[in-house]
């Protein structure tokens, strides 16, 4: 996301875990969802600015289902606390 000013640094690396993880699977299934999601982050927030940001992360989030692990609980639970603040 290009306004990395605004969105504090461990949700943005958050978001890249994620990214990386849905990019390696292809995008198959609910992943091409979450990818579809984290690839209009920049439109939701030109859009609606950060409530659009923190939106957008809770439909990015309930396309991770099939995401698991520690580093998928880690990032998972740092996206929540950032789009339920």
Request: hydrophobic content about 40%; aromatic content about 10%; some cysteine.
């Amino acid at each position: 996301m290009s306004n990395s000013n605004i969105i504090p640094s461990e949700v943005h690396q958050a978001l890249n875990a994620t990214k990386e993880r849905c990019v390696e699977i292809k995008g198959k299934g609910l992943a091409g969802y979450a990818l579809s999601y984290l690839n209009a982050l920049d439109q939701a927030y030109v859009q609606y600015g950060i409530e659009g940001v923190k939106t957008q992360i809770l439909y990015i989030l309930n396309n991770l289902s099939w995401w698991r692990g520690p580093e998928a609980r880690e990032a998972k639970k740092i996206l929540k606390k950032f789009a339920t603040s």
